[in-house]
T-cell receptor, first 111, second 112 residues
Framework: GEDVEQSLFLSVREGDSSVINCTYT??????LYWYKQEPGAGLQLLTY?????DMKQDQRLTVLLNKKDKHLSLRIADTQTGDSAIYFC???????????FGRGTSLIVHP | NAGVTQTPKFRVLKTGQSMTLLCAQD?????MYWYRQDPGMGLRLIHY???????AKGEVPDGYNVSRLKKQNFLLGLESAAPSQTSVYFC???????????FGPGTRLTVT
């Protein structure tokens, strides 16, 4: 199976909160990342969390990590049309530490 | 400070033709990566380099070769292009393996 799994699509109304979920299989994952890809562009790091943290907040973004269930989520408060993009979860673990990316979740924000 | 640049932006090849994609970074990063992105498949690592003169295979290396003769450049070669190599190719670089990766704008390659 896949190392990092995400649902492919999420649709929300402008002003609502969006929650994008990710599960991973490697229990030794040390770093977990969220990248954003806008149409026609490369990926950009949004935020990351170390495995010894449960939560990280950065303005409208909240990352929650449940290490027991190997579940990572990204919450975007007050979602705007400019947040429409593909969001990639990635995990990095001992050994090479090179991140493994999920398939990406397309977030569609309706006015 | 241009970050990561990729050349060309678009290319159409016939089956069997060869080409080289060029990636350049001006951040003095040690690590460089080549990914391909296909619909529904996400980002898959083709090859990577941990420093000048080094290369290593990623998840999907078959049909591709790479070279890192200079620290700032990472070349991806297709010796005999196949339709299955139609994809968007992204180059990235990072200071270390666990540091933020900086991505280029992508190259859209179509093989007919």
């Amino acid at each position: 199976g896949e190392d990092v799994e995400q649902s492919l699509f999420l649709s929300v109304r402008e002003g609502d909160s969006s929650v994008i979920n990710c599960t991973y299989t490697d229990s030794s994952s040390t770093y977990l990342y969220w990248y954003k890809q806008e149409p026609g562009a490369g990926l950009q790091l949004l935020t990351y969390i170390f495995s010894n943290m449960d939560m990280k907040q950065d303005q409208r973004l909240t990352v929650l990590l449940n290490k027991k269930d190997k579940h990572l989520s990204l919450r975007i408060a007050d979602t705007q049309t400019g947040d429409s993009a593909i969001y990639f979860c990635a995990e990095s673990s001992g050994g090479s530490y090179i991140p493994t990316f999920g398939r990406g979740t397309s977030l569609i924000v309706h006015p | 400070n241009a970050g990561v640049t990729q050349t060309p932006k678009f290319r159409v090849l016939k089956t069997g033709q060869s080409m080289t994609l060029l990636c350049a970074q001006d951040m003095n990063h040690e690590y460089m990566y080549w990914y391909r992105q296909d619909p529904g498949m996400g980002l898959r690592l083709i090859h990577y380099s941990v420093g000048e003169g080094t290369t290593a295979k990623g998840e999907v290396p078959d049909g591709y070769n790479v070279s890192r003769l200079k620290k700032q450049n990472f070349l991806l070669g297709l010796e005999s292009a196949a339709p299955s190599q139609t994809s968007v190719y992204f180059c990235a670089s990072s200071y270390s393996d666990r540091a933020e990766q900086y991505f280029g704008p992508g190259t859209r390659l179509t093989v007919t």
